[in-house]
């Protein structure tokens, strides 16, 4: 028996085709694009674009792939699908809604063959790709805020310090929500100030650098410091850390005394204990102050405490701040017994 021929007035279904949504983060130079989404672009049948002024088009353009500049409805793009095309569409960091949504719709409507739908990302963010917004939006903020365009160093430095002594308060709380965000105040602190110091204003006396410049520096000053991590020195104990720290320092600062470089501004028992550290690493044989035996001695008594705490591996500025909190906690369960 001979097998029936097809009937040649059937039509086959042509192939759906296939759509890719094309993204690339801002925060990656443009035309750095990952290898399938240059395959995908040379390889595709049409390339649009909404945005005539969209990052990648002239790095497109240099690579030979010729790019449209339309705005196709939903009903366009899957007709333009059909017979097993691929259309790739550039679209931007937040998607394109008006897009995505009507083929949303066609697709729930059954009554059309969806071509495949690919969202394929370009390039991705490295972690720290967040804080490249944070230096444009403190740009922004900077060049358009009235209060914020007019902020020096010295107006801002009093604000370093509260939020320095927030993020402790949030540390010592345990709370990690409320650390998360003390962080982000004390790294504005950095970047407002790199800002400013970006404008090279003369009351600021000394040329102009900028948050990279803060940056490289610490990068630099991170690696000669951990020869252990970047170089051919060993240390296995935390001990052997600090010693190659200690060593590397100094011979960066080159210091004519074991005091320099603490800050006099810190609260008393810090000041205290950060001298005595000073004077412990160094291997000095420094006899305490005792003061005036007929003036106030609760001074120098403070700084034999602090200096005997440090001794002894306590840190007399914390402990002293929680027994502080301590006691506060104990008045505030007093006023609620009198009330």
């Not at 925060?27 to 750095?32: K, N």
């Not at 792939?65 to 569409?89: K, M």
């Not at 170089?231 to 100094?250: F, Q, S, Y």
């Amino acid at each position: 028996m001979n097998a029936e021929a097809p009937d040649a007035s059937v039509e086959t279904p042509a192939e759906p085709g296939r759509i890719v949504l094309l993204t690339a983060s801002h925060r990656v130079a443009p035309g750095l694009l990952s290898w399938p989404a240059w395959q995908t672009l040379h390889a595709a049948d049409r390339v649009l674009v909404t945005d005539p002024d969209h990052p990648q088009l002239p790095y497109l353009r240099e690579a030979g792939v010729g790019v449209e500049h339309t705005a196709p409805s939903a009903d366009e793009l899957v007709a333009d699908c059909a017979g097993g095309r691929t259309v790739v569409v550039l679209v931007g960091g937040e998607g394109d809604s008006r897009l995505t949504d009507g083929l949303a719709r066609l697709g729930g409507s059954g009554r059309v063959a969806m071509p495949d739908l690919e969202l394929l990302p370009g390039s991705y963010d490295l972690p720290g790709a967040r804080l490249l917004d944070l230096v444009q939006v403190m740009d922004q903020v900077r060049r358009a805020c009235p209060w914020t365009s007019q902020k020096t160093h010295r107006g801002l430095a009093k604000y370093a310090i509260e939020e320095a002594y927030e993020l402790v308060e949030a540390i010592e709380d345990g709370d990690r929500d409320e650390l998360r965000e003390e962080l982000g105040d004390v790294l504005l602190q950095v970047v407002f100030h790199a800002r400013i110091a970006e404008e090279g204003r003369p009351e600021d006396g000394a040329e102009p650098f900028d948050i990279d410049d803060v940056a490289g520096g610490l990068v630099e000053k991170l690696i000669h410091r951990h020869p252990h991590v970047f170089g051919d020195e060993t240390a296995e104990t935390p001990e052997d850390v600090h010693a190659h720290w200690l060593r590397t320092k100094a011979i960066e600062k080159q210091r004519t005394s074991v005091t320099e470089g603490v800050p006099l501004g810190q609260p008393g028992l810090a000041l205290a204990a950060k001298l005595a550290s000073r004077v412990r690493t160094a291997g000095l044989d420094v006899p305490l102050p005792t003061g005036d035996p007929a003036g106030d001695r609760i001074g120098y008594e403070l700084l034999a405490l602090a200096v005997s705490a440090e001794a002894n591996g306590a840190d007399p500025e914390a402990a002293l701040r929680a027994a502080a909190r301590a006691y506060r906690d104990a008045i505030v369960a007093a006023e609620g017994g009198a009330r």
